[in-house]
C-alpha cells in the first residue's frame, strides 16, 4: 500500500517488515517549507555511509536532519537506486499502473502527496527500506540475495516537522 502523512517533530514511525519481503520507499519533506526534501546524496556523503541504520540521519536538500534513524533490526537497505518506475515495472512484470498488480513505487509516492499539493516535479530519490543494495567491486548494482528477515523493523525519528510518504512494492 502507500499513504503520506504529516508527522510532527519528535513522532516516532516504525515500519515493521511483516513476511521478510518488504520494500518500503520512503521520501520526506520538510513539512513548513515543502521545497525543502530528502537528500540521499547529501545523506550518504555527510556521514560517509552507504548503509544506513541504527544511529545514522536522514538529510534536507538544505544540510537539516529531518529524521534519525533509532532501532534498526534490518540493515538491509538502499540509497542507491530510488523507487522504481512504472516502466521499470512494466519491463519486469508486465504491469506498473498505480493500482494494478504490479504497482510502481513512484507513481503511487506522487499520489500520496498530491494531498499536499506536490507534484511528480517534488518527488526526490527515495530511499528504500528492507531491501539491500550493494556496489560490486565492479561498480555493478548488486539487490542483496539474501531473503529478509519477518518481523524485522526500522524506527525513525522526525527531527523536523515533516511529509513522511511510503509506498510498499517490489523493488
Known sequence: ????????????????DV?????AHVSLHHAALLSERLCLADTTKVQWQMYPTGGSVLLSDRGRVLMSIHNDTSG???TICSAPSRSAHEAKYGDG???GRYP?????????LAKFGLGREDLPPTISFFKGVRVGADGSLIL???PGRPGSSIELRAELDVIFSVANVPH
Open 1 to 16: 500500500e502507500y499513504g503520506a502523512h504529516r508527522l510532527p517533530r519528535g513522532a516516532i514511525v516504525q515500519i515493521v
Open 19 to 23: 513476511d521478510g519481503d518488504g520494500c
Open 76 to 78: 538491509r537497505h538502499d
Open 97 to 99: 499502473q498505480v493500482e
Open 104 to 112: 510502481n513505487a513512484r507513481d503511487r509516492l506522487i499520489v500520496a
Open 144 to 146: 542483496d540475495p539474501v
